[in-house]
């Protein structure tokens, strides 16, 4: 990770953890919500902009998570955070259920078929599905986490609930990118074919890469739940996952920082022109106009591996170095 | 019996209206490849001109009841294909080298921009038609007492169908949007002007879809901003059901699915009703996915 990017997230870290000191309550749950959505939006990211699979339906594991956690807690008695992993694993294994089938689709049908999935989820959730989910008033009375003995529940103590969460994701996320997993997923991204061709497993590591993003936002469905003490069908709706694929698209698909600063954007701005809050849509509707012909790759674009003068350098003086081993070699018999 | 041919009818009529959108869909599929998501809310659009028009013009006091629809659809269909060519030419001409998300991310603004746009014109409530317009009362066929609003509708999708089908087939401009459609650098060398037939496709596609709001608006008597997006995604799935690309295959899955749908909402559950048609895409593009009568969409693994 280049030192620009850890300098700015660690000026992001200190300002935030500062924030409770100069921001009223309202605020500091505004940041709450940025911080929730980074999670949600970093959690498609992996589907959306490093595998390049086009999930609108990205509400569906998200609600599962909170649904799950809602449920455990609710009914029986299991600490919300206890939940978490498990709301992360359920949602993990629905979306390894219905992405397996849908998978082999081309681009803007999988689209579709995800937006019928997050609809199908939805509608489901209404109608009292298993006799779990409440209907359309959905669960209340969720309780609140308890982390070491202190129970979270001022907007402040979920501010450093929810961005430590981020702050673990965004370490773990950019390892994943680096690592074999994410470098297969960027190859599967830019060239499906040639991919395959050079042995990735397609089709594994798209179900992987679903599997993983919907278990990331299976927990920041918990916190959700956690946080409003209070779901319904309606938080998960098909605007949720337009606003999370505009998240990503607007920030920079495939980029963790870009994405951040999507969801800081997207999430934080409408609250600061309130006056116009019933435009907001309609504002990010034309902003996704706009960017798609004058700016495609987003605000801050994925920086591609590549490489620089100085580490054309480095290797030539690694062989210069490593020169006379061979020669010698060659004389001692 | 009676409650099947009665649910029969009336997703007909449904289905009707579904096909007239999907036809847009098709249209602009097989020509340019592309899924065009802000289609369902120009069909909203529809319904919203239809109804402004309609109590503004008062067309239908003046000249009587069906001339004055059909100028009354004449007009929208004007307007709300005015519309899809310039949508085309805003939000979709510059991204015609581009990879395909980049069209697909811009249609979703536009329509997220469209409906919008709308709520804010017209406010967010239900928008009723005034009473009364299309002859009320049933009309007796075979012993079942079908209302004449839904043989009214469904015969104006059957008419519009028809017309769209022998222009294609029949005249130059048809017959040059089928031959972008097989391969546009090939009509281009043929001296066909692709730039042109895209501008009539969406200038047709729109207005067809715009027709099936003022439909909607006349036959359920309200129309609501986001109606486009359930509207048009049945639509999406009718035109995959028959084979998307293909102008038949979108009649023939529109009529298919109303009529899956209002026997699958009359019989299995009503609260589930919009969730058939989303089980039916799903189903169709894992088991078939080139529709009843249609083209590959699916990459092999």
Known sequence: MDRKLLAAYGAAALLLALAPRFLDAYWVDVLDNVGLYALLALSLNLILGDAGLFNMGQAAFYAVGAYTAAILSTRLGLPVLYALPLAGLAAAAFAAVVARPVLHLRGDYLLIVTVGLGEIVRIALVNDVFGLTGGANGIFGIPRPILFGHKVKRPEDFLYLIWGFVAVTVFLFHRLEQSRFGRALNYLREDPVAAEGSGVDTVRYKLMAFVLGAAWAGMAGSIYAAKMTIISPESFGFWESVILFLIVILGGSGSIPGVLLGAALVVGLPELFRGFATARMLVFGLVMMVMMVVRRQGLLPLRRVRFKAADVARAERERAAARPAPARAEVSP | ?301
């Not at chain 2, 080298?97 to 017209?122: C, D, H, K, T, W």
């Not at chain 2, 469904?154 to 022998?166: F, H, K, N, P």
């Not at chain 2, 043929?190 to 496709?201: E, H, K, L, Q, Y």
Request: glycine share 14%.
């Open chain 2, 1 to 301: 019996m009676e409650q099947f041919f009665q649910q029969l009818t009336n997703g007909l009529a449904v289905g009707g209206i579904y096909a007239l959108i999907a036809l847009g869909y098709t249209m602009v599929y097989g020509v340019m490849k592309l899924i065009n998501f802000a289609h369902g809310d120009l069909f909203t659009w529809g319904g919203y001109l239809g109804l402004t028009l309609l109590t503004s013009f008062l067309l239908q006091d003046r000249l009587g009841v069906l001339a004055g629809v059909g100028v009354l659809a004449l007009m929208v269909m004007g307007l709300v294909g005015l519309m899809g060519v310039l949508l085309e030419r805003a939000a979709y001409r510059p991204l015609r080298e581009a990879p395909r998300l980049s069209a697909v991310v811009s249609a979703l603004g536009a329509s997220i921009f469209l409906q919008n746009a709308l709520m804010l014109l017209y406010g967010a409530q239900f928008q009723v038609y005034p009473d009364g317009i299309l002859p009320q009362g049933s009309v007796d066929v075979f012993g079942l007492r079908i209302p004449v609003v839904r043989i009214l509708v469904l015969l104006a999708s059957l008419v519009m169908m028809a017309v769209l089908y022998l222009f294609v087939q029949k005249t130059k401009i048809g017959t040059a949007i089928r031959a972008a459609a097989i391969d546009q650098g090939a009509a281009r060398l043929m001296g066909i002007d692709v730039n042109r037939v895209v501008s009539i496709v969406f200038l047709i596609g729109p207005a067809l879809g715009g027709s099936a709001g003022l439909l909607v608006g006349l036959y359920y008597g309200q129309v609501n901003f986001t109606m486009g997006w359930v509207y048009g995604m049945k639509a999406f799935t009718a035109a995959i059901l028959g084979g998307i690309g293909n102008i038949p295959g979108a009649m023939v899955g529109g009529l298919l699915l109303g009529v899956v749908e209002a026997l699958g909402a009359a019989y299995l559950s009503i609260a589930w009703k919009d969730a058939i048609a989303f089980c039916v895409l799903i189903l169709i593009l894992i088991v078939r996915p080139t529709g009843l009568l249609g083209e590959r969409v699916a990459e092999k693994v």
